[in-house]
């Protein structure tokens, strides 16, 4: 995996000052890390229940 991270390529800073990574990043990371990340390709694998149901069910509405 690289050193440095590039805005815009592997992260972005929302609105509310939070580093947010991309789903680019979090492919090349390799795993999810179980935090719940907005942009997790893993469909939040390691998130504890019943924090992942809610995670599921809210990405499926924003996709309608």
């Known amino acids: 995996m690289k050193q440095g ?3 815009g390529e592997d992260y972005y800073v929302s609105e509310a000052g939070l580093v947010v990574f991309t789903a ?4 090349e990371r390799g795993y999810c890390c179980g935090n719940g990340c907005k942009h997790c390709p893993y469909n939040f694998e390691a ?3 019943p924090k992942r149901s809610y995670l599921l069910a809210n990405r499926k509405e924003h996709e309608l």
Request: hydrophobic fraction near 60%; charged fraction near 30%; glycine fraction near 0%.
């Open 47 to 49: 998130v504890a229940e």
């Open 5 to 7: 991270w590039i805005e």
């Open 24 to 27: 680019k990043y979090l492919l």
